[in-house]
């Protein structure tokens, strides 16, 4: 039987009016290492499997600062039913806000099919982190079919959309030369801002395996792929840390 579950999030200046966890997504109140709120979500159950329907809702109000991680990394896991999983996540950002959404990385195990669609609003002055982490495979096996679409608005204007497709049911060439070269991590770190429109972001190589892109308006992007998960994140932090 597959599961259909959607946690929620909401923060406010004052705190965290609603933290709904629901099925495999346990949702914990964590102590915060700077200004705001944290959340840290625990999975409660394995999931994905195939044929579960799993989303989150966070939402960060005028004002506010919110920091979402995890405990864990997600596997995707294929499951009696022979579908696809979806896992969706929407990110809502106010006037004056700052959402940080750094969770753990999301490996494909071998057999797995997961669709993943993460959508993200906005408002003009809100601050956006995001970091996105996909394992290809567990250590020694090959990965699962992973698609997944990320959609960035910014004061209701398309700022990003930008859809990778790995694995066996994905187009061909994913493991190409001109895609992943044979690594087996790749990962994304997107950072949103009205400080990059007074002060774009320059194109940089960081190694010979990632690069750093302004986006045509107020932000930058991080695309890195590594041949293990530990160097995947040490690219993405050496990032964060030279803009905090």
């Known amino acids: 039987m597959s599961v259909h579950a959607t946690a929620r999030i909401v923060a406010t200046p004052a705190g965290l009016p609603v933290l709904a966890g629901e099925g495999p997504l346990a949702l914990r109140r964590t102590r915060a290492a700077g200004p705001g709120s944290r959340v840290t979500v625990v999975g409660a159950m394995s999931a994905p499997l195939g044929g579960d329907r799993l989303a989150i809702e966070a939402t960060a109000e005028d004002g506010a600062t919110l920091t979402v991680d995890a405990a864990a990394a997600t596997v995707a896991l294929p499951g009696r039913i022979p579908e696809p999983s979806h896992y969706d996540v929407r990110l809502t950002v106010g006037e004056n ?50 698609l997944s679409r990320l959609t960035v608005h910014r004061a209701g204007r398309q700022l990003l959309d930008q859809e990778l497709g790995y694995g066996p049911g994905a187009p061909g060439g994913w493991d190409g030369g001109a895609v992943l070269g ?44 590594a041949p293990d998960a530990l160097l995947l994140r040490r690219v993405l932090d050496g990032v964060l840390e030279r803009l905090s």
């Open 182 to 225: 044979g690594h087996r991590s790749v990962g994304q770190l997107l950072c949103v801002g009205a400080e990059f429109e007074e002060k774009p972001a320059r194109v940089e190589l960081l190694g010979d395996t990632a690069v750093l892109t302004p986006l045509a308006g107020a932000g930058l992007l991080v695309t890195a792929v």
């Open 97 to 146: 806000a700052t959402l940080n959404w750094l969770p753990e990385q999301l490996i494909s195990a071998y057999g797995s099919e997961l669709r993943m669609r993460t959508r993200v609003a906005l408002a003009a002055t809100a601050r956006l982190v995001l970091r996105e982490e996909q394992i290809l495979g567990r250590y020694g096996e090959e990965p699962g079919t992973l």
